[in-house]
């Protein structure tokens, strides 16, 4: 990111986008979205990993590190694009919470009609479009679809370790087996991210016609019921059996008191160190391909992370394991020189992360929210530096609203209507106009601030999995007035080159 240029931006994950197919998606409301984002001149779009979420909706427990998430393929634009013989009915309200379960199987349905169509009326232009992608992502798309076509037949709660052993270890004459007996269903999962891929570049293209750049997220860890621990074992903290030795998490934080156990493995780094730290940097470039600006969530990990004995309900009695971050990203660097990123440091931040977040000379994250407790935080609005990328609030954080009337202590209630002449109607914009004001040379406001909601529109609660990823804002919900405030914000602090 540049960090001589003010600049502000907008966070909202594609799922939160208006659409009558039961999720937002990458067609009509996200070309209007971005219209809005033109009008109010911001710079950057924010979003989550565009990678497939879990049941849940969460994409930070996705199945792959690569694949991205079909469920924001448009329907429509299938439709428009001659995939579809016809448009689908919708089958949802614009705005209403979004159904992980329902849309699995809705939107499941409706690209195995477009890969029978294609597979029927394909064109010349679309099958020679197709086999170049599948070239293209050669380097992760075979294992991806081998492992989803192997998880809906032997079933998706079924985690690949009681698979058949054969299987589990990947023997050649197994694979080459299983590849023969599931072949359509191979080719159905490579055409789901080949129509991944067509939209979303489609859309990026789009953005970037408007001299506006996506930031996007790269969480450090994946599940350990994935295509990449299946396909790459050697690389995790595994036992013979593919079964986590030591699952990551975070000691006792702002967000929980007892800290968080992901359950993720953990990274085999002298492994991966020995082949020059391969799928690191093949998943680096499948980032780079997706984002202009990469988010590194959970950065300190690439200094030390923190594992916890496997079947553990509570991180307390974890320990820091060291992580060779600077030849990591020594590599990153030499093999990708115009990467930009934005180091997500928040949690347990030590001095060591510090120093290597100042050797890659990286901005790091501020959330204001977190600076009326302690005024000498680096999260208060005094203290923000220049090289520093400033938010309201993040996923993980209640809206604004929802904060100061049912997050916030007594102290920060009355810090906040001091320092911003606050009330609960007034105290999102306020804290927005505040962060504009202010040093940091990136601004990012969630949409659920700039629209003023409370509670009801928070996206996440960390150490849950119920009513989460789900919320969704309406077509009318967006004004031009809204866009004008920004606007004015953008042009009274120079936000804007």
């Given at each position: ?186 080719i159905f999962h490579k055409f789901t991210q080949w129509q991944f891929d067509l939209q979303w570049r489609r859309l990026k293209r789009y953005v970037h016609a408007h001299d506006i750049r996506v930031i996007g997220d790269m969480p450090l860890f994946v599940t350990r019921d994935s295509a990449d621990t299946w396909s790459n074992p050697h690389g995790f903290m595994l036992d013979r059996m593919g079964r986590p030795k030591l699952v990551a998490g975070v000691p ?246």
């Amino acid at each position: 990111m540049k960090k001589t240029v003010r600049t502000a931006g907008i966070l909202l994950h594609p799922t939160s986008l208006p659409s009558r197919y039961g999720i937002g998606d990458f067609g009509p409301s996200a070309y209007r979205f971005v219209d809005m984002l033109v009008n109010a001149k911001q710079s950057y779009w924010q979003l989550l990993p565009l990678v497939v979420p879990d049941i849940v909706g969460s994409p930070y427990a996705s199945s792959s590190a690569f694949a991205g998430n079909w469920f924001l393929i448009s329907p429509e634009l299938l439709a428009d694009d001659g995939f579809l013989p016809v448009r689908p009915e919708p089958w949802s309200d614009d705005n209403e919470p979004v159904r992980y379960r329902e849309v699995a199987r809705r939107k499941r349905a409706v690209l195995m009609t477009a890969w029978e169509h294609f597979s029927a009326h394909g064109t010349a232009a679309q099958r020679a479009s197709f086999n170049a992608f599948v070239r293209r992502e050669r380097y992760w798309l075979y294992d991806y679809a081998l492992f989803a076509a192997l998880k809906e037949y032997f079933g998706v709660t079924i985690p690949w370790t009681r698979w058949p052993h054969s299987l589990r270890h990947r023997r050649p004459e197994t694979l080459a087996t299983w590849h023969e007996k599931l072949h359509a269903q191979i080719i159905f999962h490579k055409f789901t991210q080949w129509q991944f891929d067509l939209q979303w570049r489609r859309l990026k293209r789009y953005v970037h016609a408007h001299d506006i750049r996506v930031i996007g997220d790269m969480p450090l860890f994946v599940t350990r019921d994935s295509a990449d621990t299946w396909s790459n074992p050697h690389g995790f903290m595994l036992d013979r059996m593919g079964r986590p030795k030591l699952v990551a998490g975070v000691p006792p934080d702002y967000f929980s008191s007892r800290g968080q156990v992901w359950g993720d493995p953990l990274y085999d780094w002298k492994h991966m160190a020995t082949n020059g730290f391969t799928w690191w940097l093949n998943r680096f470039r499948r980032s780079f391909d997706l984002y202009d600006v990469v988010r590194l969530d959970h950065f300190r990990g690439y200094v030390a992370t923190w594992g916890v004995r496997a079947g553990s309900h509570s991180s307390r009695h974890g320990s820091w394991h060291a992580v060779p971050g600077k030849e990591l990203f020594d590599r990153v660097q030499r093999r990708f020189p115009f990467a930009s990123f934005i180091a997500e440091d928040l949690g347990l931040i030590t001095n060591d992360v510090v120093t290597f977040r100042n050797y890659l000379e990286l901005p790091g994250v501020r959330v204001l929210q977190f600076g009326f407790d302690d005024l000498g935080s680096i999260h208060a609005l005094k203290n923000l530096s220049r090289r520093c990328v400033a938010y309201t609030g993040t996923h993980d954080n209640n809206t604004t609203r929802g904060w100061f009337t049912t997050d916030a202590s007594r102290l920060e209630r009355k810090r906040a209507r001091h320092m911003l002449r606050a009330s609960e109607k007034s105290v999102a914009w306020l804290m927005i106009k505040a962060a504009y004001a202010s040093r940091a040379n990136s601004v990012i406001v969630p949409l659920q601030d700039i629209l003023n909601l409370g509670s009801e529109a928070r996206l996440n609660t960390p150490g849950t999995r119920k009513d989460n990823w789900r919320w969704r804002f309406g077509s009318s919900d967006i004004s031009v007035g809204m866009a004008s405030r920004l606007r004015a914000l953008v042009m009274q602090h120079r936000r804007r080159v």
